[in-house]
């Protein structure tokens, strides 16, 4: 049995599942350019998020977060 596309997609699924991918690829340079900014980026991010991430950083961030939450009208 045959399955031919719909007419229109109605739904996002559908409007997904047929859009040109390959074609918006070859023939725009935008979906390129942000694939390689990713790639590019990727390691200048993930080190920024290790140092954010330390423990001793944490710790710090909580004993501000601390100091902020206590009440000042006593």
């Known amino acids: 049995m045959e399955r031919k596309?719909?007419?229109?997609?109605?739904t996002f699924s559908a409007?997904?599942?047929?859009?040109?991918?390959?074609w918006h690829w070859d023939n725009?340079?935008?979906?390129?350019?942000?694939?390689?900014?990713m790639v590019v980026t990727f390691p200048f991010f993930l080190f920024i998020h290790r140092k954010v991430n330390t423990p001793e950083n944490k710790a710090v961030w909580a004993e501000k977060h601390k100091k902020e939450r206590q009440y000042h009208f006593h």
């Open 28 to 37: 725009f340079w935008l979906p390129r350019f942000v694939a390689g900014a």
């Open 5 to 10: 596309p719909m007419k229109y997609p109605y």
């Open 15 to 22: 409007k997904l599942a047929q859009f040109p991918y390959k």
